[in-house]
C-alpha cells in the first residue's frame, strides 16, 4: 500500500511538472497599442466611427495590437459616444481603452496672470469622462510653444496642477512632443525646460522618438540624462517602423528600462500602399519579431 502511494505521489508530481514545462514554454504574448489617429481616415468623427468601429477594432487585434490610445475627446465623448461606451466597443473587440490624447491650451489672460482656475475646470469633465473610458494614461499632444520663459514656466506650472488632478483620481498625466520642442528659447532647450520644471510624480513624458530624431536629438542621451520620466513611448517612423532607418530602434530596446517604459504606442501618419491595414500589420509584425517587448 505504501509503495503504491509513493508510486502515484511521483506520478502526480511528474504530471505537474511536465505539465509546468509546457506552460513555461508557451509564448508570451507581447503587447503593444495603436494611436487611432493612424487611422482617422476610418474612425476620426462621430459618422465614420459609428460606421467603421467594429471593423477598424476586430482588424486591429487580430494584427496583434492590445490597447489603443483615443484621439478624438469633446465635451465628455470620445468619437462622439459616452465613455463607457467607447470602452465597451473596444473590449468587445479585445481591445483595451489605456490612453488619449487630449489638451486645452490656456488663454491669453490665464498666460499673462498665471492663473489658470478656468481651464482646471475644463479638466473636470475630460478626466472624469476619461476614467470613464478605463483609460490609465491622459497625455497632451502638443501646446502653443511660448517665445519666453517666463510663459513656458506658467505652462510647465499648468501641467502640474493638471498632473495633481489626474493623479487625485488614478490616472496618469503626461506631454508628447513633436520636433519644435527641441528649438532653444532664450538659449534654453523647451524640452529640457519642460524635464526640469515639471514634478516627476505628476507628469511624465511620452517620448515620439521619431519626432525626437526629426528634431536632432537623441532619445537614448534624453534615457540616461532623465531616468524614469519616459512612462510611454511613440514607436513611430517616416512611414512603417523601421523603414527609414533613421531612427536608432535597437538602442532605444536597450535603454527601456532606463527611460522606465511602461507602455508602447504605435503611431503612422503616412501609408506606403495606401493602406491602412497592411501598414498597421507591418508595424505589429516588426515588434513581434524585435526584443523591443518582452
Known amino acids: 500500500m505504501k509503495n503504491s502511494v509513493l508510486v502515484l505521489m511521483s506520478v502526480l508530481l511528474l504530471a505537474a511538472a511536465c505539465g509546468q514545462k509546457k506552460a513555461d514554454n508557451e509564448p508570451v504574448k507581447k503587447e503593444f497599442g495603436v494611436q487611432l489617429y493612424s487611422i482617422r481616415s476610418v474612425i476620426g468623427d462621430s459618422t465614420l466611427y459609428a460606421d467603421n468601429h467594429e471593423e477598424a477594432f476586430k482588424a486591429l487585434a487580430e494584427m496583434g495590437y492590445s490597447y489603443v490610445e483615443a484621439a478624438s475627446y469633446r465635451d465628455g465623448k470620445l468619437y462622439g459616444v459616452d465613455p463607457e461606451q467607447y470602452k465597451a466597443d473596444l473590449e468587445a473587440a479585445g481591445l483595451k481603452s489605456l490612453s488619449s490624447h487630449i489638451g ?36 497632451v499632444p502638443s501646446f502653443p510653444i511660448p517665445d519666453n520663459l517666463t510663459d513656458l514656466k506658467t505652462y510647465c506650472a499648468y501641467f502640474n496642477a493638471i498632473g495633481r488632478k489626474c493623479k487625485d483620481e488614478g490616472i496618469a498625466f503626461g506631454y508628447h512632443n513633436h520636433a519644435h520642442e527641441f528649438k532653444k528659447v532664450e538659449e534654453t532647450v523647451v524640452y529640457d525646460y519642460m524635464l526640469e520644471n515639471t514634478d516627476p510624480e505628476c507628469v511624465f513624458f511620452q517620448m515620439d522618438v521619431y519626432w525626437a530624431v526629426m528634431g536632432q536629438a537623441a532619445p537614448v542621451e534624453y534615457f540616461r540624462k532623465y531616468p524614469g520620466r519616459f512612462k510611454m513611448l511613440h514607436i513611430k517612423d517616416h512611414r512603417e517602423l523601421g523603414e527609414s532607418g533613421m531612427v536608432g530602434f535597437d538602442a532605444i530596446y536597450k535603454n527601456i528600462e532606463t527611460a522606465g517604459t511602461k507602455d508602447f504606442i504605435v503611431e503612422i501618419e503616412a501609408f506606403t500602399n495606401d493602406d491602412w491595414k497592411e501598414s498597421l500589420k507591418m508595424c505589429a509584425d516588426y515588434l513581434i519579431g524585435s526584443d523591443f517587448v518582452e
Open 104 to 139: 486645452h491650451a490656456l488663454s491669453p489672460e490665464e498666460l499673462k496672470t498665471g492663473v489658470f482656475t478656468e481651464s482646471l475646470q475644463w479638466w473636470d469633465e475630460a478626466i472624469a469622462a476619461h476614467k470613464a473610458a478605463g483609460c490609465e494614461y491622459i497625455v
